[in-house]
């Protein structure tokens, strides 16, 4: 058997020496001033393990990584209502664009762009104030990963609020298709302080592991989601989970996987893992560049992509 915790290590060297590591997001200067010489990764096994290399414990913003959990409450809501108010095809466009929202009637392609994971936030406000729905989000995460620490990083939910006019257009353009049941300034900040969630690693592969493990927690037995509905939530991480380079990821590794600005990208092997990587540099369509390759790698490796060996 090949030792995961050899391959990790392996892979985070490999990072380390790495000489084009992506660039930082901008457009949020918290995120600007993230040092990109970090690197993180860790695995979570269904029995309990968690191996680990590099910054797998140093927290950050897991950005648009909090919608797969978000996806997951607004299903347990709705059910499959929801997908009459967000689509499920891949976008082929950045993830703040409002092309598709005029074309499509204030309909979002997909719940990972930002306007789909919008369109989430307001279903997950409805019976709530947003710091009632802030505190659900947080609370369903720290369950998943059984960890209390996890918290927002006020910082950056402030510099998101203060930079997030795109945001702002997105909302008002679904809400005047009455596409919205709330105010835009509420459901903005309930989505602007999920995205701000600081996670590391290996929390973050932690909470994961109910989708590599049919929608069950595997270490305390507790039916998250139904199989099918984890299933649903893979397919649509696989197909939409990186923006207008989902095809790309997987072509090169095979898995679902959701991706942040902030550098970080959950991965789920079924059956066999949660993994969760963090390298805040990115790519030309706003995906962890080293994060990808180390994904790849891992993949390849372990004989974890989906489409086989």
Same mark, same amino acid.
């Given at each position: 058997?090949?030792? #995961?915790?050899?391959?990790?290590?392996?892979?985070?060297?490999?990072?380390?020496?790495?000489?084009?590591?992506?660039?930082?997001?901008?457009?949020?200067?918290?995120?600007?001033?993230?040092?990109?010489?970090?690197?993180?990764?860790?695995?979570?096994?269904?029995?309990?393990?968690?191996?680990?290399?590099?910054?797998?414990?140093? *927290?950050? /913003?897991?950005?648009?990584?909090?919608?797969?959990?978000?996806? /997951?409450?607004?299903?347990?809501?709705?059910?499959?209502?929801?997908?009459?108010?967000?689509?499920?095809?891949? $976008?082929?466009?950045?993830?703040? /664009?409002?092309?598709?929202?005029?074309?499509?009637?204030?309909?979002?392609?997909?719940?990972?762009?930002?306007?789909? @994971?919008?369109? =989430? @936030?307001?279903?997950?406000? !409805?019976?709530?104030?947003?710091?009632?729905? =802030?505190?659900?989000?947080?609370?369903?995460?720290? &369950?998943?990963?059984?960890?209390? !620490?996890?918290? =927002?990083?006020?910082?950056?939910?402030?510099?998101?609020?203060?930079?997030?006019?795109?945001?702002? !257009?997105?909302? &008002?353009?679904?809400? /005047?298709?009455?596409?919205?049941? &709330?105010?835009?300034?509420?459901?903005?900040?309930?989505?602007?302080?999920?995205?701000?969630?600081?996670?590391?690693?290996?929390?973050?592969?932690? @909470?994961?592991?109910? #989708? *590599?493990?049919?929608?069950?927690?595997?270490?305390?037995?507790?039916?998250?989601?139904?199989?099918?509905?984890?299933?649903?939530?893979?397919?649509?991480?696989?197909?939409?989970?990186?923006?207008?380079? $989902?095809?790309?990821?997987?072509?090169?590794?095979?898995?679902?996987?959701? !991706?942040?600005?902030?550098?970080?990208?959950?991965?789920?092997?079924?059956?066999?893992?949660?993994?969760?990587?963090?390298?805040?540099?990115?790519?030309?369509?706003?995906?962890?560049?080293?994060?990808?390759?180390?994904?790849?790698?891992?993949?390849?490796?372990?004989?974890?992509?989906?489409?086989?060996?």
């Amino acid at each position: 058997m090949t030792d #995961l915790q050899q391959v990790l290590d392996e892979i985070a060297l490999d990072a380390a020496m790495a000489a084009d590591r992506g660039v930082v997001a901008q457009y949020i200067p918290e995120l600007a001033k993230v040092d990109p010489r970090q690197f993180g990764i860790a695995v979570a096994l269904p029995d309990g393990q968690v191996v680990c290399a590099g910054d797998a414990e140093t *927290a950050f /913003s897991i950005q648009s990584v909090s919608k797969v959990f978000t996806l /997951s409450m607004a299903l347990g809501k709705y059910g499959d209502s929801l997908w009459s108010r967000v689509g499920r095809e891949p $976008s082929g466009d950045p993830f703040n /664009s409002i092309v598709q929202l005029e074309q499509e009637k204030g309909r979002p392609r997909n719940p990972f762009i930002n306007a789909g @994971a919008i369109a =989430i @936030a307001d279903l997950v406000l !409805s019976g709530h104030q947003p710091r009632e729905a =802030i505190g659900e989000i947080v609370r369903f995460i720290r &369950h998943l990963a059984d960890d209390d !620490s996890i918290r =927002i990083d006020e910082r950056v939910a402030r510099s998101e609020t203060e930079h997030g006019d795109r945001n702002a !257009s997105l909302a &008002h353009f679904m809400r /005047s298709f009455g596409r919205f049941s &709330h105010q835009v300034d509420h459901v903005l900040g309930v989505y602007f302080h999920q995205c701000a969630i600081a996670m590391t690693c290996h929390q973050l592969a932690r @909470a994961g592991l109910f #989708l *590599a493990s049919q929608g069950q927690n595997p270490l305390t037995g507790t039916q998250v989601v139904p199989p099918q509905r984890a299933r649903r939530i893979n397919a649509i991480m696989l197909m939409c989970g990186h923006y207008d380079g $989902s095809g790309e990821f997987a072509y090169r590794v095979g898995l679902p996987g959701k !991706s942040g600005v902030g550098g970080g990208i959950l991965a789920i092997a079924p059956g066999k893992a949660s993994i969760a990587v963090w390298s805040p540099g990115l790519d030309t369509v706003g995906n962890s560049k080293l994060g990808t390759a180390a994904l790849e790698q891992l993949a390849k490796r372990m004989e974890w992509s989906v489409f086989g060996a």
